[in-house]
């Protein structure tokens, strides 16, 4: 995946595949799925997934006004689940 601010060259961000990107308003973060967080000042990528265990297939559902505050739900599947169980994460950038 590659990312590309206005003429600047594209810089790699991440080796996989992810099925959603959202870069805050102020363009410090990329967060994408499952849960990773890029710092783009620091080049610093941050696994949240892992540090708060959040298991995989995860949609972002709401975004704050000022982009600081994420509503991330997750399912057990990504399609076809026989049980519609969702668990709702909210997560709040610094």
């Given amino acids: 995946m590659l990312f590309q ?8 961000i ?3 595949f992810t099925a959603w990107v959202f870069v805050t308003p102020d363009a410090r973060y990329i ?4 849960l990773y967080a890029l710092d783009v000042r620091n080049w610093t990528q941050y ?4 540090a708060l265990q959040i298991p995989n ?3 972002m ?3 704050s006004e000022n982009g600081r505050r994420l509503l991330v739900s997750r399912r057990d599947c990504a399609m076809d689940c026989k049980e ?5 994460y909210e997560l709040i950038l610094p």
């Avoid at 967060?31 to 499952?34: A, F, L, M, Q």
């Fill in 47 to 50: 696994a949240l997934f892992e």
């Fill in 61 to 63: 559902d709401a975004i």
């Fill in 84 to 88: 519609k169980r969702v668990e709702y």
């Fill in 5 to 12: 601010r206005g003429p600047a060259a594209s810089v790699r």
């Fill in 14 to 16: 991440d080796a996989g």
């Fill in 57 to 59: 297939y995860v949609m």
């Fill in 31 to 34: 967060i994408t799925e499952p």
